[in-house]
């Protein structure tokens, strides 16, 4: 149906366009009539929740007219879009984002300061949209900030999880996970119930011949499943193009319960069907790098694949352009193999239901996809098994054949007299059950894969994909390190730095470009400018200090050495080494005299961060830190010199607090499982210093900053199978302080040992696959270097300026940028500077 209004009818509509507000007058004046009428309050009754609500409405109702526009012109201009498919998008709050990256943060503190808010308590009622797990999913939404931000046309497809990832608690030191539920109150987002597509499961295959000698493949039966979009509209910083965020939510296919079922008396099927439905889209699966292959998230997978693509296709065919001319309108990146089987369904797309050849679309698809790898570790690769495939999508696991078929054809050809190669590198595994590689399916259905950091990007080349770069080439695999975006990092999470260094460099031009930090660099000696840094250090660490005290009753001392390791908990990030080395800090506090202990640095060691419920040992770790601090924060002999602190609930806002609050920071994973790391480069991007191993991206944040700002330790990625060896078949010696921390933990000096038992049998019984041990030595040294060098203010506080200075190359601008021009083909398209839609025509 046209739904576009004719040309002599639409003068009316331009005269009668919405605006938004552009002045604290007309904030205010939007924000009560929100309060008034959307929500149906007064001044009587309008608590902060309220005004976060209407205030929050008043930027949505000025993001969506930017967005409109963004929108039309992108169609009318007809330029190639990227489209970012990520299962994740670790948002955050928007309402702090929004009024920065439009520019009128300072009209609506004043507007609410006028109608009786402070800004901050209005913020604060924002529950954070937490749709990820950790650093894959975070990236994701940095991503999106500045493809907007950069003007290029660009979506994100996600699922619309009704639960995003758990709420964290600790009770008697123990994680309890408490389910988020976040839609309540959310008015980001615009739902599309005209956008609806049918999904469909299970069935089974026909496949026939009509009269003309036409092979037609149909695939029917099984159930639907209804996807509604809902749009999250997407502001760039200092540019009027707004992008979309479009979430799918399922919804049974009859819309309703089933009347029959409910009027013969049969309550409780009546709602299973709707129930069914509205599973898929319901929860988040809390991993992060580990792989379950539970059937409800093959749904989910294929649930919003399927939706996303449909709409990719469908705004394609209104241009009526040739189908080769697919990849020069889109490019579709894939976040991880999550959404691989996009790959298969463009191909399914196009061969039975659009009867190109298949040569011909496979060219297609593989112009269209790139592939982003997040990790080496095996547990962490997806695979699904062929049985539990062959019932839930029977159509895509014959095409996954097809394709493995001539993939295999194509690599005995180049490689005829190696036959084992073809089993190592098919898509199919022959195991029992067979299983679905998806990461080589994503491979060979992409032309570009990367890994997020050098180092890593070496390593899939080397390990893991090695088979492929043989097949492919080189040049199919490639490096895009990856970047945080500046202005929720530093400009929204520490707007008292980011004022500091705009009041030094000539203006927030850095927000843009972030290599113009450069600049700070003069300021290394400036004795005032240090002196400035250093309060505004001091300050956040109050701001901190606060929190604790609030949330865990503890108080820590804002002038002791802020040490922080905040991310998800899991064995190869080596929490357990950070507490090991606290406890090994214990005890050597304990064993020392008073006069000794009185030229120590007080330290404040924190942590923070999620286990996946199913995952034990990540759990005994909170257990085994919440246990360490009920000892030594209540020892009179320990005082202030060490404090132990589990920060409850770490999330997107929970970061934008604590990154500004650190002086050192630990990224410590054994050298080679950490793809990147992103929080890394957070940290110092907010003057603060890191603690780490070689791995990742701290590899690169050394090249940039100069390793004598950043303190390395531990083994390199080239000896750890050589360690891992030693450990099993050879003889390996434990270090003697480490032996000493697990006397400790055996005596009961934390509580029950049993409770521990697995954390320290991991490393003396097991193999130590993490190696621990190997490392510990010269973890604890170069902890001892930390405190050392924190005795010398002065010198640290130029080290931390002189890293931040150093920075530019970890914002997201530049690695966008970088997919832009290798992988995605595509260019900005800037808005008209007038802000007029561009439908003059
Ligand atoms: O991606 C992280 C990497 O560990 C980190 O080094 C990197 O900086 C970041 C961005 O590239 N990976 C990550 O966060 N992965 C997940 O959260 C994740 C979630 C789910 C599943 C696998 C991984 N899953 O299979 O369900």
Known sequence: VEASIPEPQRDAWKRFQAKGFTTKEDFEREVVRHVETTLARSMFNCDETAAYAAASLAFRDRLITQWNRTQQRQTFSDTKRIYYLSLEFLMGRAFDNAMLNVGAKEIATEGLADLGFRIEDIISQEHDAALGNGGLGRLAACFLDSMASLNYPAWGYGLR????????????GYQVEVPDYWLDFNPWEFPRHDIVVDIQFYGHVRKYQTDEGKNVVIWEGGEIVKAVAYDVPIPGFETSATNNLRLWSSKAASGEFDFQKFNSGDYESSVAEQQRAETISA??????????????????????????????????????????????????????????????????????????EWDESWKIVTRTFGYTNHTVLPEALEKWSVPLFQNLLPRHLQIIYEINLFFLQLVERKFPKERELLGQVSIIEESQPKMVRMAYLAIVGSHKVNGVAELHSDLIKSTIFKDF????????????????????????ANPRLSELIASKIGGVGFLKDLNLLNELEKFADDKE????????????????????????????NPAALFDIQVKRIHEYKRQQMNIFGVIHRYLTIKAMTAEERKKLAPR????????????????????LVNSVGAVVNHDEDVGDLLKVIFLEDYNVSKAEMICPASDISEHISTAGTEASGTSNMKFVLNGGLIIGTCDGANIEITREIGENNIFLFGNLAEDVEDLRHAHNYGSHAMDPDLVKVFEAIKKNTFGDAGAFGALVSAIEDHGDYYLVSDDFHSYTQTQDLVDEAYKDQDEWISKTIISVARMGFFSSDRCINEYAESIWNIEPLAPEANGSSGMAK
């Open 161 to 172: 999880y009704r639960y995003g990832i758990f709420k964290q608690e600790i009770v008697d």
């Open 283 to 356: 929860v988040l699966y809390p991993n992060d790098n580990l792989d379950r292959g539970k059937e409800l998230r093959l749904k989910q997978q294929y649930f919003w694949v399927a939706a996303s693509l449909y709409d990719i296709v469908r705004r394609f065919k209104k241009s009526k352009r040739a189908w080769s001319e697919f990849p020069d309108q889109v490019a579709i990146q894939l976040n991880d193999t999550h959404p691989t089987l996009a790959i298969v369904e463009l191909q399914r797309i196009l061969v039975d239901l659009e009867g190109l």
């Open 469 to 492: 770069v043989r097949i492919f080439g080189p040049d199919k695999f490639t490096n895009v390190t990856n970047g945080i975006t500046p202005r929720r990092w530093l400009h929204q």
């Open 529 to 556: 400018f240090k002196k400035q840094w250093a309060e505004i250090k001091y300050a956040n660490k109050v701001r901190l200090a606060k929190h604790i005290k609030t949330t865990t009753g503890v108080t820590v």
């Open 604 to 623: 404040v060691s924190i942590f923070g961060g999620k286990a996946a419920p199913g995952y034990w040992m990540a759990k005994t770790i909170i257990h």
